[in-house]
Nanobody, 124 residues
Framework: QVQLVESGGGLVQAGGSLRLSCAVS????????MGWFRQAPGKERESVAA????????YYADSVKGRFTISRDNAKKTLYLQMNSLQPEDSAVYYC?????????????????WGQGTQVTLSS
């Protein structure tokens, strides 16, 4: 049974930082590209960042470039998202996802497995 479990969300002031984690089980983590997505109320789920199986390639949405960093630890089967300089528009439910692919995957439909999400809320 494949499980992706996000953690690290919470309430943070604008300008603050959070580190999200996604613990993965039930699949060969090192063979999967991974991604972080977010969905705010009334909006579509959007890609935030993505990483290839060996971390050689990464992608960031323009809105988070320079503020967020995606990383992975294949030995620990864990995906991370370091979020700095958080802004009110970053408030959303954040999801991690796994794609059966060596390279980057960006679209929602390109991912095979999803976590349940973790809430990130910004207070001004």
């Amino acid at each position: 049974q494949v499980q992706l479990v996000e953690s690290g969300g919470g309430l943070v002031q604008a300008g603050g930082s959070l580190r999200l984690s996604c613990a993965v089980s039930g699949l060969t983590f090192s063979r999967y590209a991974m991604g972080w997505f977010r969905q705010a109320p009334g909006k579509e789920r959007e890609s935030v960042a993505a990483i290839s199986w060996n971390s050689d390639n990464t992608y960031y949405a323009d809105s988070v470039k320079g503020r967020f960093t995606i990383s992975r630890d294949n030995a620990k089967k864990t995906l991370y998202l370091q979020m700095n300089s958080l802004q009110p528009e970053d408030s959303a439910v954040y999801y991690c996802a796994a794609a059966r692919s060596w390279g980057l995957r960006l679209g929602v439909g390109q991912y095979d497995y999803w976590g349940q999400g973790t809430q990130v809320t910004l207070s001004s």
